[in-house]
């Protein structure tokens, strides 16, 4: 049995102590080996399961609505981006995107393992700029690559610098991209490839997401080896709240759901939390286990 308290930190110290975790549903929708990125449209949420090879797709209800992907298709998915009638996933041991229909189709695929160029190493993230090209974190050729939706490579920047991981435009359109290795985000301009600002002392930054009022949310590790989510402002990045209580050690995924639900992915203890949240509360709104209540 897990107990867990959320405690809400902001720039003053202990904002609230919200109550403890509650079990998990009797109902298991999610059997994850380990939750990874999440990625949110106006009604679907996405969430990659990195070592079972695998996409769960939910409705903004956490009712589990699909689930796609095998070895065959990619090894080890991690960022997701969709984008029309298409979904891009980011396959980290090929070196290559895939593109998927809606329903979890193979279309066709783009880019291979290697280094430079057209070639990918480690993907990690995707995400769509207003230009309509995909901006990669190619981690192990420590690079952002760009490339059209039809798969042609375009440029690079951002290079030279170690394990880029999460990327995301912010409202203004600049891009920013997680350095996990140096507790950085860096921002962009995404046309220019020209480094903007670095923002230092995020502790071991994983995913970003950025929702539509200029909230930053960052799948973290804190300094005591536990996974938080940290909330900053995109202007400066002023740290407004940390959220923490989730057993782990892992905190891989974050996501915003259009309904406002905040999204965190657990891959040690295998687990996908939703909350209810405004900025001034936070409340369990349902978890799904591997194992089942109690386990």
Do not use: W
């Not at 107990?3 to 999610?30: D, H, K």
């Not at 209580?245 to 905190?251: A, L």
């Amino acid at each position: 049995m897990y107990a867990a308290v959320l405690l809400l930190v902001g720039l003053g110290g202990v904002l609230g102590q919200i109550a403890p975790i509650p079990e998990a549903p009797n109902r298991v929708l999610s059997p994850f080996v380990r939750a990874h990125f999440v990625k949110t449209t106006d009604d679907r949420i996405y969430v990659t399961d990195r070592f079972a090879h695998e996409i769960y797709v939910f409705d903004n209800d956490l009712e589990q609505i699909n689930t796609f992907g095998n070895i065959a298709m990619f090894d080890e998915p991690s960022g997701i981006e969709v984008l029309g009638k298409f979904i891009y996933i980011a396959d980290v041991n090929n070196g290559r995107i895939v593109v998927t229909d809606l329903d979890g189709n193979l279309v066709r695929t783009f880019s291979s393992l290697g280094s430079g160029g057209e070639h990918l190493n480690g993907p990690r993230d995707l995400t769509v700029g207003s230009d309509g090209n995909l901006y990669v974190t190619d981690c192990m050729n420590n690079r952002t690559a760009v490339f059209s939706t039809d798969g042609k490579y375009l440029r690079e920047f951002g290079t030279g610098v170690f394990h880029p991981t999460g990327i995301a435009f912010g409202t203004d359109g600049r891009l920013h991209v997680s350095y996990k290795p140096f507790d950085q985000i860096h921002i962009f301009d995404a046309e220019s490839g020209k480094l903007l600002e670095v923002k230092e002392g995020i502790p071991r930054p994983k995913q970003i997401k950025i929702d539509d009022q200029g909230y930053v949310y960052v799948a973290a590790t804190e300094k005591n080896g536990q996974g938080s989510v940290r909330i900053y402002d995109e202007v400066n990045y002023n740290h407004l709240k940390t959220v923490q209580g989730f057993n782990s050690k892992n905190t891989f995924g974050v996501g915003r759901s259009k309904t406002g639900m905040l999204l965190v992915t657990d891959g040690t203890e295998k687990h996908l939390y939703g909350y209810e949240m405004k900025l001034d509360d936070l409340k369990m709104r349902k978890a799904y286990r591997k194992n089942g209540p109690g386990h």
